[in-house]
């Protein structure tokens, strides 16, 4: 008796092909912790769609119930060439998500980044035109249904809340962008469609958020969230700020997802006055303070700025719909490799090791303590 008790769990488990993780661990994670406010998400990197490595594999399920692809599913990797698409890796990164009943988020449709080279080459508005409505057409009507919320534009502002002269507002003026929502829309009308960008929080550019949000609901596209990305850092922005951005989002009638978090402890060469960003940066020991372990004192500091953001979340859970770390460990940041190559930084919740991190015990504890 004592046996098939011990083992039903998991005999489940193998039957449904999901993840290998027992019920008890279950209980103490991100996601059942904060199940009633909103979704806890993660951005998986290639090997982890394809589920190289059994231990990210199973603290990506017993952590996580959202998911984003951190790359495959831009345009130059899923649309490499004009008449050809490649769903090989965002075949498997949906069938990931259902197979372990997660919220699947697309990133993203229409970004100036990481185009494919035949796309940079587009100059005119006949082509654009024709690109944007196949790209966005193919890519949502394929996985209809399937895939719960898209970022359909990515980073269309500049800092000082202006619309940023990209290829797309270069051939196509304004109002590519609310075309790129009602292409969207109709391919898919029941997906949710978000506007996703960095530095939300800062006025000018939370500005330029609310009136680009604004001009594209009316010219007609639907608009459900704002995508704030939340690459920051232990001081800035303020809670001030974050929370003025929720509440002045949400007042646009959409909910407001936070969908890369991430903390850099490091330097930020951009400080420095008079500093030449580029690869003098490189191999001087300043801009890496930590090769090797955090210390302590940042440990702390860390836990707690990720506890007075989670607080604030929890405070306003009822305008948040997602909250989604840019990627599961330590390990794997862009931030080892940004602005400067090579660094050793600590943004997230678990350690290179996969190990929680005193931050996790601290936005755990938000939790335990209500309840
Ligand atoms: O994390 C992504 C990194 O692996 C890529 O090299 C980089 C390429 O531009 O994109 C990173 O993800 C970005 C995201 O797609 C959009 N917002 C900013 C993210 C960090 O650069």
């Given at each position: 008796m004592k046996f098939i008790n011990h083992c039903l769990p998991l005999l489940s488990l193998m039957i449904l092909g999901s993840c290998n993780v027992k019920k008890t661990e279950l209980s103490s994670s991100l996601k059942n912790s904060y199940k009633n406010d909103f979704y806890i998400g993660t951005a998986l990197s290639a090997d982890q769609i394809e589920e190289k490595d059994a231990k990210v594999d199973s603290l990506i399920c017993?952590?996580?119930?959202?998911i984003t692809a951190e790359n495959i599913m831009k345009s130059m990797f899923v649309h490499p060439q004009k008449d050809k698409y490649d769903f090989a890796l965002t075949d498997k990164f949906v069938a990931f998500g259902e197979k372990n009943k997660m919220f699947i988020h697309g990133h993203t449709l229409i970004w100036h980044s990481q185009l494919a080279p035949w796309m940079e080459k587009i100059k005119d508005s006949t082509e654009m035109k024709a690109f944007m409505n196949d790209h966005i057409t193919?890519?949502?009507?394929?996985?209809?249904?399937?895939?719960?919320?898209?970022?359909?534009?990515?980073?269309?502002?500049?800092?000082?809340?202006?619309?940023?002269?990209?290829?797309?507002l270069n051939t196509l003026g304004e109002s590519y962008l609310a075309d790129a929502f009602k292409l969207a829309a109709k391919a898919d009308p029941k997906v949710d469609l978000y506007y996703n960008d960095y530095n939300l929080e800062d006025p000018a550019k939370r500005e330029g958020a609310i009136n680009l949000i604004k001009k594209i609901k009316a010219a007609g596209g639907k608009v459900d969230g704002i995508g704030s990305q939340g690459h920051w850092n232990l001081n800035s922005p303020s809670l001030e700020e974050i929370?003025?951005?929720?509440?002045?989002?949400?007042?646009?009638?959409?909910?407001?997802?936070?969908?890369?978090?991430d903390i850099t402890v490091l330097p930020n060469p951009w400080d420095l006055k008079g500093a030449d960003?580029?690869?003098?940066?490189?191999?001087?020991p300043k801009m890496n303070p930590y090769p090797e372990t955090l210390p302590d004192s940042i440990q702390n500091k860390l836990a707690q700025r990720y506890a007075d953001i989670f607080k604030l979340f929890l405070k306003h859970k009822d305008k948040i719909s997602?909250?989604?770390?840019?990627?599961?460990?330590?390990?794997?940041?862009?931030?080892?490799?940004?602005?400067?190559k090579g660094r050793t930084n600590y943004p997230l919740l678990f350690d290179t090791k996969l190990q929680p991190k005193k931050a996790y015990n601290s936005v755990m504890q938000l939790k335990e303590v209500k309840e």
């Amino acid at each position: 008796m004592k046996f098939i008790n011990h083992c039903l769990p998991l005999l489940s488990l193998m039957i449904l092909g999901s993840c290998n993780v027992k019920k008890t661990e279950l209980s103490s994670s991100l996601k059942n912790s904060y199940k009633n406010d909103f979704y806890i998400g993660t951005a998986l990197s290639a090997d982890q769609i394809e589920e190289k490595d059994a231990k990210v594999d199973s603290l990506i399920c017993r952590q996580f119930n959202a998911i984003t692809a951190e790359n495959i599913m831009k345009s130059m990797f899923v649309h490499p060439q004009k008449d050809k698409y490649d769903f090989a890796l965002t075949d498997k990164f949906v069938a990931f998500g259902e197979k372990n009943k997660m919220f699947i988020h697309g990133h993203t449709l229409i970004w100036h980044s990481q185009l494919a080279p035949w796309m940079e080459k587009i100059k005119d508005s006949t082509e654009m035109k024709a690109f944007m409505n196949d790209h966005i057409t193919t890519i949502v009507s394929k996985y209809k249904g399937r895939i719960n919320s898209w970022d359909v534009v990515n980073e269309a502002l500049n800092d000082d809340g202006t619309l940023r002269k990209s290829v797309f507002l270069n051939t196509l003026g304004e109002s590519y962008l609310a075309d790129a929502f009602k292409l969207a829309a109709k391919a898919d009308p029941k997906v949710d469609l978000y506007y996703n960008d960095y530095n939300l929080e800062d006025p000018a550019k939370r500005e330029g958020a609310i009136n680009l949000i604004k001009k594209i609901k009316a010219a007609g596209g639907k608009v459900d969230g704002i995508g704030s990305q939340g690459h920051w850092n232990l001081n800035s922005p303020s809670l001030e700020e974050i929370e003025k951005s929720i509440l002045a989002y949400s007042a646009l009638g959409v909910k407001v997802a936070f969908t890369e978090l991430d903390i850099t402890v490091l330097p930020n060469p951009w400080d420095l006055k008079g500093a030449d960003v580029n690869q003098k940066f490189e191999g001087n020991p300043k801009m890496n303070p930590y090769p090797e372990t955090l210390p302590d004192s940042i440990q702390n500091k860390l836990a707690q700025r990720y506890a007075d953001i989670f607080k604030l979340f929890l405070k306003h859970k009822d305008k948040i719909s997602r909250v989604t770390f840019w990627g599961v460990h330590d390990g794997q940041s862009w931030l080892n490799d940004w602005p400067i190559k090579g660094r050793t930084n600590y943004p997230l919740l678990f350690d290179t090791k996969l190990q929680p991190k005193k931050a996790y015990n601290s936005v755990m504890q938000l939790k335990e303590v209500k309840e």
